[in-house]
């Protein structure tokens, strides 16, 4: 079993920051694939970011490659993802998942894990 809990959203203005924090619990998660998705009233949850196990691999939606960077701290049990420029479009709430194998990240399905999800807003 894991459990993650996801912290860091807050209300930001157009082009700032934010570093969105993942921890998890259970000494296993250093073996599990993360990834972050979003998702606002009324549309799907989306793929945002991956990350393999080791953390050597990643992957990003398109519209955000070049701003938001995901890593992870496996000492630490927890998954970062920095959000620069943000942009209006980016507010939602922002959830991780964890899954064991696979690398299509962006597979919402595969995920077996889900946090409770924070929300970013950004302010034009």
């Known amino acids: 079993q894991v459990q993650l809990l996801e912290s860091g959203g807050g209300l930001v203005q157009y082009g700032g920051s934010l570093r969105l924090s993942c921890a998890a619990s259970?000494?296993?998660?250093?073996?599990?694939?993360v990834g972050w998705f979003r998702q606002t009233p009324g549309k799907e949850r989306e793929f945002v970011a991956g990350?393999?196990?080791?953390?050597?691999?990643?992957n990003y939606a398109e519209p955000v490659k070049g701003r938001f960077t995901i890593s992870r701290d496996n000492a630490k049990n927890t998954v970062y993802l920095q959000v620069n420029s943000l942009k209006p479009e980016d507010t939602a709430v922002y959830y991780c998942?964890?899954?064991?194998?696979?690398?299509?990240?962006?597979?919402?399905?595969?995920?077996?894990?889900w946090g409770q999800g924070t929300q970013v807003t950004v302010s034009s």
């Open positions: 998942a964890a899954r064991m194998g696979g690398t299509r990240y962006n597979d919402r399905g595969a995920y077996a894990y």
């Open positions: 259970g000494r296993t998660f250093s073996r599990y694939a």
């Open positions: 990350i393999s196990w080791s953390g050597s691999t990643t």
